[in-house]
């Protein structure tokens, strides 16, 4: 297997590099290889160009385009599809996909409905990434929490706000690398992937269970194995994450907010955020 990497000069990034460097060593094909090569070009400094959302009905298209820095897209709601050098890429609840510089595409939503995502462009010190598109599952949500951090500080000017600013696009930046080039769990993801899906309805461990395909012991032992969390306690903490998200990076009222993460009222909503984030929501809005 051979693998370049180039820019290892600069001290700054050696934390950054290393990760870099023991993904390339673990790397067990050539389209490891071919991911990693790619990413390495982030390795230097990164600069935001600009951070947003789109909250769009159905039939929200946008005709062929590029840009020249690179775009991470976080889908938080709906179906994104994407017209990419003849092929076609479809991302969901959970998925993140990564634009390189330059690369020409076409993207729409599907008409089963409305499409939210949180979006933002950033130039690399680096230079370019060659190369299509990466998607990854964002697993753990860090890639949406990351993004919503970003987004909430985007006009942020103050030294600290901007340096804060920095350093979550820099992990941003190694928590993408980490999951588009590390192997996951297959049934933690397609579960998470449903919660996501079907977040504004009133899931039962019946209907995670059958997303699975297993019966309801077997999935809650193998859940909780793999992710220290019964299925049921995945879905709370899920929707609190995606509470938090809405509540900080949009100006709709906690009763519009709850149906939307499967809560049922305000006031349980208040309460789901103190049990699972130590937070109430009231001092998320006034963050917002």
Not at 93 to 121: D, I, R
Not at 196 to 217: F, K, Y
Request: glycine share 10%.
């Amino acid at each position: 297997m051979n693998c370049l990497f180039t820019g290892m000069d600069n001290p700054k990034q050696d934390e950054f590099q290393l990760v870099i460097i023991g993904f390339l060593w673990d790397a067990k094909n050539s389209r490891d290889c071919h991911i990693l090569s790619i990413i390495a070009f982030m390795n230097s400094s990164h600069e935001l160009v600009y951070a947003g959302r789109t909250q769009s009905g159905q039939g929200w298209w946008i005709s062929p385009h590029s840009h020249d820095f690179h775009e991470l897209v976080v889908v938080l709601q709906g179906t994104e599809e994407v017209l990419v050098n003849g092929g076609l890429l479809r991302a969901g609840p959970g998925h993140a996909v990564l634009f390189p510089a330059h690369c020409v595409h076409e993207e729409w939503s599907l008409a089963e409905g409305p499409l939210e995502t949180l979006y933002l462009g950033f130039r690399s010190g680096g230079g370019g990434m060659p190369g299509e598109p990466l998607t990854c599952p964002d697993r753990k949500g860090r890639l949406r929490e990351l993004v919503a951090w970003i987004f909430a500080e985007r006009d942020a000017s103050l030294p600290g706000a901007v340096n804060a600013r920095t350093a979550y696009l820099t992990a941003l930046v190694s928590e993408f690398v980490h999951l588009a080039t590390e192997g996951g769990n297959d049934l933690v993801d397609e579960v998470r992937t449903f919660i996501r899906a079907n977040l504004s309805s009133p899931l039962t461990l019946d209907d995670l269970a059958r997303s699975a395909g297993l019966s309801r012991c077997y999935f809650i032992r193998a859940y909780r194995k793999l992710t220290g969390l019964t299925p049921m306690e995945d879905l709370r903490r899920i929707r609190a994450e995606s509470a938090r998200q809405l509540i900080l990076t949009t100006r709709r009222p906690l009763k519009t907010v709850a149906p939307q993460v499967g809560i049922s009222s305000e006031y349980h909503l208040s309460r789901l955020l103190k049990q699972e984030l130590g937070v109430s929501a009231r001092s998320l809005k006034g963050k917002g």
